[in-house]
């Protein structure tokens, strides 16, 4: 008898948190140890930090050109955060879908309730740094932000923060290896849902 060939639908994870509860690191080491996930590479009007570079970490656009492309319908979702623009393509989220593969959005909490909507099959993962002052030194220890910006973003992450009711799962990052196991766990299960598979 043959075996059953099942077909398991791909899906999008989003990952959101505040500034400082270590996103960018989580989801790279997610995607170090699954070869099914791959990231949405950001479009924003935020200037580059530190060795970033465009295309890879974020494609690095004009205010002007990120809303010529916002009015075109370009991204899946959009969002303003601390004064700068962020958007996700569409287009390359559906090629990797139809590739088979899961798409990571790390994005803000604005973006994660539209994707919400716009996707409810989508699985959101929300990062909780262990308390605020672990976020405060996360912060300080960038060294890429004044003091100004600092407590801007710790304001914003008190109302962040606030959404996490919204999220399919809280992850609290407090050792970076278990968060990744955690998350990871997460999208294993996702990924074994009945109503993602066919036979």
């Avoid at 899961?102 to 993962?125: F, Y």
């Avoid at 910006?149 to 109302?159: K, S």
């Avoid at 990052?173 to 849902?193: G, S």
Wanted: glycine letters at 8%.
């Amino acid at each position: 008898m043959p075996p059953f060939d099942v077909v398991r639908k791909s899906f999008l994870v989003v990952v959101s948190g505040p500034s400082g509860a270590g996103k960018s690191t989580v989801v790279d080491r997610m995607l170090e140890r699954s070869s099914r996930l791959v990231a949405s590479v950001s479009v924003t009007t935020r200037p580059p930090r530190g060795d970033e570079r465009d295309g890879v970490d974020y494609f690095f656009v004009s205010r002007e050109e990120f809303e010529r492309r916002r009015e075109s319908g370009a991204f899946l979702e959009w969002a303003e955060v601390h004064g700068n623009l962020y958007g996700t393509p569409g287009a390359f989220v559906a090629r990797m879908l139809d590739e088979g593969m899961n798409v990571v959005l790390e994005i803000d909490v604005q973006g994660g309730m539209l994707v919400r909507d716009s996707h409810p099959e989508a699985v959101l993962i929300f990062l909780m740094p262990p308390g605020f002052e672990a976020l405060r030194e996360r912060l300080r220890g960038r060294a890429t932000d004044d003091a100004e910006v600092i407590g801007r973003r710790l304001e914003n992450a008190r109302r962040e923060i606030s959404y996490y009711g919204r999220y399919d799962y809280i992850v609290v990052n407090d050792e970076i290896d278990r968060c990744v196991d955690d998350c990871l766990a997460i999208v294993r299960a996702e990924a074994l849902r009945r109503e993602r598979a066919s036979i």
